[in-house]
């Protein structure tokens, strides 16, 4: 007989709701209005290690593709650049990869965007939600490059790329020759630097090549830096956020580029959103947001140790 019941049990059910109702009375009390936007799409995000999940549907006598959203962000900044005030969605996200622990091809991502703060302050409101759900008083930040710095003695913003392909060889015993500076730096990140975080940290400022939709900006070393962070929370990437680009045509550039590795890589080559990009150029407000794992939030809260434990059904009991 197959296994008909819920990975999460009763009480992390009632958690579970009651965490929802907790996050809906931050938002309310900051007066940010929630939304909600469509789970298809036209058109995915480019980046090369998000895979989108697809589907096929009749529109106007024809079958065409769409897309489950991997994150509500072109959307909601469609929104953004209708109306200019804060929002946040609680959403059924999807992404093509393996079920892990810590990972199930759908699960629930809190999204929010707050026009006019800067990525501090984005990270300082990121602090507060958390630690009015955590058992954390205060989030210390550290910079990327100040953890390469610490660990592997380098800055990862100049480093050469035979230096750095070197190095990883060396720490991870690897023998990779087609290696990237990115697929370098996020080795060395996710196998040496991830475990050794503290229990409640940010990540903020990350290599260039790195931006996918943030700002690039001169650092206080003039270092050409992401603005953009990550939160980890007891080993695990909880949420990624930033300081939103809004300029159109660099938009449009990275996509292209996106798609020029993706097509190297063997990969899909994804259609570019072109309403998204048609409201970037009508005018998007200088912005910060963030994407925070639910699920995983949860699994932080009350110490569970597989994502199955966090939801009713993850893929494996569907």
């Known amino acids: 007989m197959p296994n008909w019941e819920p990975g999460a049990s009763l009480e992390i059910l009632r958690h579970r709701a009651d965490l929802l109702a907790k996050l809906r009375a931050f938002f309310e009390g900051k007066e940010i209005l929630e939304v909600e936007t469509p789970a298809l799409a036209r058109a995915p995000v480019t980046d090369l290690h998000i895979q989108s999940l697809t589907t096929e549907i009749l529109d106007a006598n024809i079958i065409k593709t769409f897309y489950l959203q991997t994150s509500p962000e072109f959307a909601m900044k469609r929104l953004l650049a209708f109306n200019a005030e804060p929002i946040y969605q609680i959403a059924k996200v999807f992404r093509h990869d393996p079920l892990t622990k810590n990972h199930n091809p759908e699960f629930t991502l809190l999204e929010w965007y707050r026009p006019g ?37 380098i800055n990862p913003h100049r480093v ?3 230096e750095l392909l070197a190095l990883t060889q060396k720490q991870l015993e690897l023998s990779n020759t087609d290696l990237t500076d990115t697929d370098c730096l996020q080795l060395l990140m996710f196998s040496v630097i991830e475990p050794a975080l ?3 940290c940010f990540v903020y400022d990350y290599p260039k090549a790195q931006a996918s939709l943030s700002v ?17 929370c007891r080993g695990m990437e909880l949420g990624n956020g930033y300081l ?8 449009r550039k990275r996509f292209e580029q996106d798609n020029a ?16 990009l048609s409201a970037l150029e009508s005018g998007l407000p200088v912005c910060s947001g963030v994407a925070l794992g639910v ?16 939801i009713s059904f993850a893929l494996e009991r569907v």
């Open 160 to 162: 050469s790329s035979d």
């Open 261 to 276: 590795l993706r097509k190297k890589k063997g990969l899909d080559v994804y259609p570019l959103d072109e309403k998204f």
């Open 295 to 310: 699920d995983r939030l949860l699994m932080s809260m009350h110490e569970l140790t597989n994502i199955d434990q966090a």
């Open 216 to 232: 690039i900006e001169a650092d206080s070393d003039e270092d050409q830096v992401a603005r953009r962070f990550e939160v980890y």
């Open 244 to 251: 939103e680009l809004t300029d159109a045509q660099e938009q």
């Open 117 to 153: 703060f800067t990525m501090g302050q984005l990270m300082d409101e990121v602090a507060e939600l958390l630690s009015s759900l955590l058992a954390c008083d205060s989030i210390p930040a550290f910079s990327y490059r100040e953890l390469f710095e610490k660990y592997f003695r």
């Open 198 to 200: 503290p229990e409640f």
